[in-house]
């Protein structure tokens, strides 16, 4: 049995936004951390990321 491995050329990847539609780039780095701790690519740029998380921030604060 003969095996061959093929390197994969690792570049930088980019990505349109779902939400507002702009191209962000997906660095290297940021594709070695996502695929180190089996994240899925982002499908969203990092302002409407931040706009999100602020949303899901304020439906769960709770109050007693």
């Known amino acids: 049995i003969i095996q061959i491995t093929i390197n ?4 930088d990847k ?8 702009v191209v962000f ?3 290297i ?12 690519e982002p499908k969203r740029c990092q ?3 931040n706009k999100k ?6 439906r769960n604060n709770y109050t007693s």
């Open 25 to 27: 780039t997906f660095t």
């Open 53 to 58: 998380k602020e949303q899901n921030n304020g």
């Open 14 to 21: 980019e990505i349109k936004c779902i939400d507002c539609g």
């Open 47 to 49: 302002d409407c990321r």
């Open 8 to 11: 994969m050329i690792e570049i």
């Open 29 to 40: 780095g940021e594709q070695t951390f996502y695929k180190d701790r089996q994240f899925t």
